[in-house]
C-alpha cells in the first residue's frame, strides 16, 4: 500500500504538515501507552499481531460447518457488527456471484435495518432455503439485530429443526453480558467473544468480521497477514515521514485546520463501495464530536461523477479528496474493435478496460486538483485479501491518531444514543416511563 500526499500538499503552505510531527508522535505515544482519552479500546492497537493460527483455524472450522449446512447465511448486526464483513466480502467477491451456482453459501446482512418490507421480502426469500444465521451484537441488546434474530431464528428452527438450528446458528458477542450471551448459552450455539477492549467500528479483525468473511470463502489469515505487515508499517518506532498513518492523520488535520470540514473518499472500482460505508462509520463516529471533526463522505467514480462530480469541481471549496486506487484489476477485457465504427470508439479498440479507467481516474485527479480539492492517493496493488488487510489496518490507526489530534475521545460514540433514547420512550420500553412523559409533551 503506498499513500502519495503531494497533490493534496500542494495546498498547503510549507511546514504546515511538518507542524504534526510531534502532535503525531505524542498521539502515537499515548496510544501505545494507553494514556489517551478512551484507552479502555485500544485493543484493535495490536489485535494482528496477536492473533494466532489456531484461532484462525477455529473460525475457519466453524465456517465449514455453516458451509457445508447452509446455501444461505444471514449475518444479523449493525454499524460496526457488520460494516467491516460487507466490506470485504463485496470487495473480494464476483460482483455476480449471486446469481451463480457456488460452493459457498450466500451471504446475506440484516439487522441493519428496521424496515417491514426488507425483512418481509428476505423472510420469503429463505422460504425453503438451507439457511443459517451469525447473530453479532456485543452489546447484545441492539433493536435492529434483536428483532431480525428474533425473527429468523424462530423461522430457521421451525424450518430446520432444532437440532440442525443449533447447528447452523452462531453467535458472536460480549463474553458474559447481553441478550445475545444468554440465548447463545441456553440454545447451546457456537459463540465467539468480542473483546471487551475493541470497540464495534475497530473490530472486523475479530471473529464479527472474520467468520463472515470465512463464510464467504474468503482467505482469512492472508487478510491478517496484511494487517500484520500494516501494523508493523505503521509501528511507533517508524519515523514520521515513512509511517503512512501517521502522515495521513497529520495531513487531513492540517487541510481541517485550513477550512477542509469535509473529506471525501474516493473509489474507481464498484467492488469498493462499502469500503466508503466502513470508513465513513470509522471516521465518522470516530471524530464527530464535542462541536468538532472531519464530514466523511464517499463516492463511486465514475458513477458519480455524474451525480456528485458537478459539486466536488465547482460547489463550495470545503471539501478534500482521499481516492483508493487499486493498480491491478484481477481479470482482463478490451475494448472492442468494430469495423462499422457508428459510436466513434475505435480510438479505444484494443485498449483493456482499466486503461481507461485509470485515465479518467488521473484526468479527474487533476481537474478536480484544479478545481481546489486537495487530492490524496492510496494505492493497492491489487483487490486480494492481504491488501485489504493492509487497508484495514492502515485506516484504523490513522483514525487513532487523527482523533487524538483532533483533541476528541475517538473511541466512544455518546452521540449514539440520543436517538435510541427517544425510540425506547416513545415504543414504551419498560424504564423509560419518565422520558416517555417528556417526549409527550414535546408531541
Ligand atoms: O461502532 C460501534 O460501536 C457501533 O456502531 C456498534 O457496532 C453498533 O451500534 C452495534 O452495536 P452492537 O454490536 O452492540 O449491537
Request: charged share 25%; hydrophobic share 40%.
Amino acid at each position: 500500500m503506498k499513500l502519495d500526499i503531494t497533490k493534496a500538499a500542494s495546498f498547503l503552505a510549507a511546514g504546515e504538515i511538518e507542524k504534526f510531527e510531534a502532535p503525531v508522535a505524542a498521539a502515537q505515544k499515548a496510544l501505545e501507552e494507553g494514556t489517551c482519552p478512551g484507552n479502555d479500546f485500544l485493543g484493535w492497537m495490536h489485535l494482528p499481531s496477536s492473533i494466532t493460527p489456531a484461532f484462525i483455524e477455529e473460525i475457519n472450522a466453524t465456517a465449514k460447518t455453516l458451509q457445508e449446512n447452509c446455501d444461505a447465511v444471514v449475518v444479523a448486526g449493525i454499524g460496526g457488527s457488520y460494516l467491516g464483513a460487507r466490506m470485504v466480502i463485496d470487495a473480494l467477491s464476483n460482483s455476480f456471484g449471486w446469481l451463480q451456482e457456488s460452493r459457498y453459501p450466500r451471504i446475506l446482512f440484516a439487522g441493519n435495518n428496521i424496515g417491514e418490507d426488507y425483512l418481509s421480502e428476505l423472510v420469503a426469500y429463505l422460504k425453503g432455503v438451507r439457511f443459517g444465521i451469525i447473530n453479532i451484537s456485543k452489546s447484545g441488546t441492539t433493536t435492529e439485530t434483536a428483532i431480525t434474530f428474533r425473527l429468523l431464528k424462530r423461522m430457521c428452527e421451525e424450518q430446520r429443526g432444532k437440532e440442525m438450528a443449533q447447528k447452523v446458528i452462531v453467535a458472536v458477542t460480549d463474553a458474559k453480558k447481553g441478550a445475545a450471551r444468554t440465548t447463545a448459552d441456553k440454545e447451546g450455539y457456537k459463540s465467539f467473544i468480542i473483546p471487551d477492549n475493541v470497540g464495534g467500528r475497530f473490530s472486523v479483525l475479530t471473529p464479527v468480521g472474520l467468520l463472515p468473511i470465512a463464510v464467504a470463502g474468503l482467505d482469512i489469515a492472508q487478510l491478517v497477514k496484511g494487517a500484520q505487515d500494516m501494523e508493523k508499517e505503521c509501528g511507533l518506532d517508524v519515523p514520521f515521514q515513512q509511517n503512512p498513518a501517521a502522515v495521513y492523520a497529520a495531513v487531513r488535520n492540517a487541510l481541517y485546520q485550513g477550512g477542509k470540514k469535509i473529506e471525501i473518499l474516493a473509489n474507481y472500482q464498484p467492488k469498493l463501495h462499502n469500503l466508503g460505508e466502513w470508513w465513513k462509520q470509522l471516521y465518522g463516529e470516530s471524530e464527530g464530536k464535542d462541536g468538532k471533526g472531519i464530514f466523511p463522505a464517499s463516492v463511486d467514480l465514475t458513477t458519480d461523477l455524474h451525480s456528485m462530480g458537478q459539486w466536488i469541481q465547482d460547489g463550495e471549496r470545503t471539501i478534500f479528496e482521499t481516492v483508493v486506487s487499486v493498480e491491478q484489476p484481477n481479470s482482463s477485457l478490451e475494448v472492442p474493435s468494430d469495423e462499422e465504427n457508428l459510436d466513434g470508439l475505435n480510438f479505444l479498440a484494443g485498449k483493456r478496460i482499466d486503461e481507461v479507467n485509470k485515465m479518467a481516474e488521473l484526468g479527474t485527479q487533476l481537474a478536480h486538483v484544479d478545481g481546489g480539492v486537495p487530492n490524496l492517493k492510496i494505492s493497492i496493488a491489487k483487490l486480494d485479501e492481504y491488501h485489504v488487510g493492509q487497508l484495514i489496518y492502515f485506516f484504523e490507526k490513522g483514525c487513532g491518531i487523527s482523533g487524538l489530534l483532533l483533541e476528541v475521545n475517538p473511541f466512544n460514540q455518546p452521540g449514539v444514543e440520543a436517538y435510541k433514547k427517544n425510540m425506547f420512550a416513545l415504543l414504551g420500553k419498560p424504564g423509560y416511563e419518565a422520558e416517555t412523559e417528556a417526549i409527550k409533551a414535546r408531541l
